[in-house]
């Protein structure tokens, strides 16, 4: 089956720097990746995602990066504040949607004010 | 839109008893449901797939007749967590899937005693 891992577990900015999380999935057949922020007690929430026929896609401050040959795709937070402050997940699905995802294990990310 | 509620949020029950925890989508119908279960730092672990009208889908390790799921409506599916053990303490979260993308319930904290 998928095997997702990302990379860092913990990362710590100071406010205004940017903030890349890093994931590689094992299943080439892979075609959707979506990533969700979790806070503290909290429902993970959407924030991006990004099916295998691009290669980048921005949403204000956030990007999210796919290389298919090399099995990686990164999240890119530009500008950060201290609300981005949270745990970050990745997560990849086979069947183009949101059905079956196989996550990542998770990028604390804390933003110094 | 696509919200996801979850009923109890916490529940604290002693070894032995059994637990009903309840997954609605408020604004949409949900055909599939998913069940997850994350320990504390850690990430989301695919539990099982819930379809309407059919029988769950379990992943590999988890007793189905531990967890029993229901998804008898298009708005709801349920969990039990039968003859709870304080090892099955951990936040239970619930997903549903709509227009390809899974949103979460806010989660369910178990703690037994």
């Known amino acids: 089956g998928e095997n997702v891992e990302q990379h860092p577990s913990t990362l710590s900015v100071q406010e205004g720097d940017s903030a890349v999380i890093k994931c590689t999935y094992s299943?080439?057949?892979?075609?959707?990746f979506p990533w969700y922020k979790q806070e503290l007690g909290k429902r993970p929430q959407l924030i991006i995602d990004?099916?295998?026929?691009?290669g980048e896609k921005k949403d204000q401050r956030i990007a999210v990066t796919l290389n298919k040959t090399a099995k990686h795709f990164s999240l890119h937070i530009t500008e950060t504040q201290p609300e981005d402050s949270a745990v970050y997940f990745c997560a990849a699905s086979t069947n183009n949607a949101g059905n079956m995802l196989t996550f990542g294990g998770g990028t604390r990310l804390m933003v110094k004010p | 839109g696509a919200v996801v509620s979850q009923h109890p949020s916490r529940v604290i029950c002693k070894s032995g008893t059994s637990v009903k925890i309840e997954c609605r989508s408020l604004?949409?119908?949900?055909?599939?449901m998913f069940w997850y279960r994350q320990f504390p730092k850690q990430s989301l672990m695919l539990m099982a797939t819930?379809?309407?009208?059919?029988?769950?889908?379990?992943e590999q390790g988890v007793e189905k007749d531990k967890f029993l799921i229901n998804h008898a409506s298009l708005t709801l599916s349920t969990l039990t967590v039968t003859s709870a053990h304080p090892e099955d303490s951990s936040f239970y979260i619930c997903?549903?899937?709509?227009?390809?993308?899974?949103?979460f319930g806010p989660g369910t904290r178990l703690t037994v005693l």
């Open positions: 990004i099916r295998s026929n691009v």
């Open positions: 819930s379809n309407e009208g059919s029988k769950a889908t379990y």
């Open positions: 997903s549903a899937l709509f227009a390809d993308t899974q949103y």
């Open positions: 299943d080439s057949a892979s075609n959707y």
């Open positions: 604004d949409f119908q949900a055909t599939t």
